[in-house]
């Protein structure tokens, strides 16, 4: 059985949905700034077009895109009722779906506009075991983006591809920031881990008394293959444990 067929409903909802006035936003602006590729597929899936997100405006709840390099297909597009926009950035499958479109002037060129949608979906495909690490003494990570302060974070889940930080207050890592100075240190481990990374997604929780949590995902690169196999080490030892503990 996947690990995805073993989580309950709530739990698929907050691992996979980005939900939210902020985060939806934040998110579908970080695609645009980065000018992720989109497919559409609209007319129940009958045809579809690429295009890029080009700007988001919350506060009239609208996503606008760029029109298709076909005149028939910007024709009949804003004549279907349900949406579905799909991209797969850094690897990450990513999919959302929107109600109708219209057609707008945007900065004197011609684009759609389409409803914002209710949540975004985001899976990862697991090619590499992912835990979650201790909450008693949580590992602290280090990261400097470039021309920034050093920001600490606690570990929310880790693995040899990458770490999910849990942060509060303002986030600053929007998704596409390169970090080239990250480090951290693993329980018993014989030194610090330095490793570059790149933001891949950040997700807004929304806990108790309107507080809100973000999660956010980092991907790494350029790590030493002395690190990798510390960082496995201390995987299998957390699931050993977890396993004795069951």
Request: contains cysteine; charged residues 20%; proline residues 6%.
């Amino acid at each position: 059985m996947s690990q995805i067929a073993q989580l309950s409903e709530a739990e698929i909802e907050e691992r996979f949905y980005i939900t939210g006035r902020t985060a939806i936003p934040f998110t579908l602006a970080g695609f645009a700034e980065n000018k992720e590729s989109f497919s559409v597929q609209f007319s129940g899936g009958h045809e579809h077009f690429l295009t890029v997100l080009l700007a988001v405006q919350p506060e009239d709840d609208w996503l606008i895109i760029d029109c298709s390099g076909s005149v028939e297909i910007n024709r009949r597009f804003p004549g279907s009722q349900r949406n579905v926009f799909v991209a797969r950035p850094g690897g990450i499958h990513v999919q959302f779906t929107t109600g109708q479109a219209r057609e707008i002037d945007f900065h004197g060129a011609r684009a759609f506009a389409v409803p914002l949608p209710r949540f975004i979906v985001r899976l990862q495909r697991r090619e590499v075991f992912r835990i979650e690490t201790p909450l008693a003494r949580p590992l602290q990570f280090h990261a400097r983006p470039s021309g920034g302060r050093w920001l600490t974070a606690p570990v929310h889940d880790l693995s040899i591809a990458g770490v999910g930080l849990s942060t509060g207050g303002d986030n600053t890592l929007p998704p596409g920031t390169t970090i080239p100075d990250c480090r951290f240190a693993l329980p018993e481990g014989r030194h610090d881990i330095f490793v570059q990374a790149v933001v891949r997604h950040v997700t807004a929780l929304e806990l108790r008394a309107g507080v809100t949590q973000w999660r956010v995902g980092l991907q790494f690169f350029d790590l030493r293959r002395a690190d990798d196999r510390q960082i496995q080490r201390y995987v299998a030892q957390v699931e050993h444990r977890r396993h004795e503990l069951s």
